[in-house]
C-alpha cells in the first residue's frame, strides 16, 4: 500500500522527467531559430551575431562576450519554455499531447504566445529604446561608430525583423510540438483515453 507521501514522490520524479525532456526539446526549438537569425544577419548585411549582441548590450557586455550571453540567454529560454510547455501537459487531460498532431498545433499556439506575451512587449518597451540611446551616444558607453553602425541598420529594420520573429517563434513552438508529440503520448496513464 503506497501512502500519499510516496505518491507525490513519483509525481515530483515525474515532473522533474518532463522538465528535463521539454527542456531538451526547448533547446533543439531555440536552435532552430538560432540558425534563423543567423541567417537574418546575413540578409541585413550585419556580422553574424548582431542579434544576439543587442541583448548583450542591455547588461553592458560588448564585442563576442554580448554575442555568447545573447545566445546563452535566447537558449536558456527556449529550454525553460519548453519545460514548462511539458510539465503543463500533465495538468489537464485536455492539454495532454495524446497524438502528433495535437504536439505540433499545442507548439505552435504556444510560439505564438510567447512572441505576443514577451518577445515583443520586450523588444517594443525594454529592449529597442535602451539600444537606440546607445547608438546615440555610443562613445558614452565604450563604442565605436564601427561598432555600432550594424546595430543601427538592424534597428532601421525593426519592422522586418518582427514579422520575420512571429514566424520563427511559430517555427520554434513547432518543433517544440514536434518532439513533444514523439516523447509525451506513452507517457500517460493506459487508462486515460487518449484522442488520436
Known amino acids: 500500500m503506497h501512502t500519499d507521501k510516496e ?3 513519483v509525481t515530483s520524479k515525474k515532473i522533474l522527467s518532463k522538465a528535463i525532456s521539454g ?3 526547448g533547446i533543439v526549438g531555440g536552435m532552430a531559430l538560432s540558425s534563423s537569425f ?3 544577419d546575413s540578409q541585413l548585411g550585419v556580422p553574424s551575431g548582431t542579434f ?3 541583448i548583450g ?8 562576450d554580448a554575442i555568447v550571453f545573447g545566445f546563452c540567454v535566447h537558449i536558456g529560454t527556449a529550454a525553460l519554455i519548453g519545460a ?3 510539465v503543463c501537459s500533465t495538468f489537464h487531460r485536455v492539454l495532454h499531447i495524446s497524438s502528433f498532431q495535437k504536439g505540433i498545433f499545442a507548439g505552435g499556439v504556444t510560439g505564438l504566445e510567447v ?3 514577451f518577445f515583443l512587449p520586450i523588444n517594443l518597451f525594454i529592449m529597442i529604446p535602451i539600444v537606440e540611446q546607445i547608438t546615440m551616444n555610443p562613445g558614452q558607453y565604450g ?3 564601427d561598432e555600432i553602425e550594424p546595430i543601427k541598420r538592424l534597428l532601421s529594420n525593426t519592422d522586418r525583423i518582427l514579422w520575420g520573429a512571429l514566424f520563427l517563434h511559430l517555427l520554434y513552438g513547432v518543433v517544440m510540438g514536434f518532439f513533444a508529440g514523439v516523447m509525451l503520448p506513452h507517457e500517460y496513464p493506459s487508462t486515460m483515453p487518449r484522442k488520436d
Open 38 to 40: 543567423m541567417g537574418i
Open 23 to 25: 527542456s531538451m526539446a
Open 57 to 64: 548590450l542591455l547588461v553592458g557586455l560588448q564585442n563576442i
Open 7 to 9: 505518491n507525490q514522490v
Open 52 to 54: 544576439y549582441k543587442m
Open 84 to 86: 514548462v510547455f511539458f
Open 115 to 117: 512572441f505576443a506575451i
Open 143 to 145: 563604442f565605436t561608430l
